[in-house]
C-alpha cells in the first residue's frame, strides 16, 4: 500500500514510499517461503518479493518453539525449508541477509540459540554455527 500511495481505507494519491531493501518475517508455521499456502491459495512468496524490484532481507526468521524437541527444532532451521532454502535461491530472488531471531529466549518464548542465560547453548546454535561454517557467503 505504501509503495502504491493507498491508505488502508482504499483511497489512492497519496505520497509513495521508495525503500532501499524489502524485508520480511518468516517463520516455521508458514512452512516453505516459495510455495506458501494459506486461505487465498499457494503463492511464491519469495517471488512477489522479487517483484517489487529491491534486495531481500529477511529480517526475521525462526522456528516456533511448540514445532518438537530441541533437535527437531535444529534441524529444521537449517532445511530446505529455512537455511538451506534461503542459501540455495538466494541469487535466484537476490536474498541480501538473513537474520535469526531470536539470540537467546527471552519474554517472547523459547526462540532463541540459547537459553534465558544467554550462556547455554542450543542445539539449533550448533546447527546455525555448522551450516554457516559449510556455506560461507
Given at each position: ?30 512452512s516453505d517461503?516459495?510455495n ?12 512477489i ?6 534486495p ?68 539449533a ?13
Amino acid at each position: 500500500m505504501l509503495k502504491n500511495g493507498t491508505q488502508p481505507d482504499g483511497s489512492g494519491g497519496h505520497p509513495t514510499v521508495n525503500c532501499d531493501i524489502t524485508s520480511w518475517h518468516w517463520y516455521s508455521n508458514e512452512s516453505d517461503m516459495t510455495n506458501a499456502c494459506g486461505g487465498t491459495g499457494c503463492h511464491d512468496a519469495l517471488g512477489i518479493l522479487k517483484n517489487w524490484g529491491k534486495p531481500i532481507w529477511i529480517n526475521e526468521f525462526g522456528v516456533r518453539p511448540d514445532l518438537g524437541s530441541t533437535n527437531q527444532i535444529a534441524a529444521y532451521i537449517t532445511s530446505s525449508k529455512m537455511m538451506a532454502q534461503y542459501y540455495s535461491v538466494a541469487s535466484k530472488y537476490n536474498i541480501q541477509s538473513i537474520q535469526q531471531f531470536e539470540l537467546y529466549d527471552d519474554s517472547e518464548g523459547e526462540y532463541g540459540l540459547m537459553q534465558a542465560d544467554g550462556k547455554s547453548l542450543k542445539a539449533a546454535f550448533y546447527a546455525m554455527k555448522a551450516f554457516i561454517k559449510n556455506n560461507p557467503k
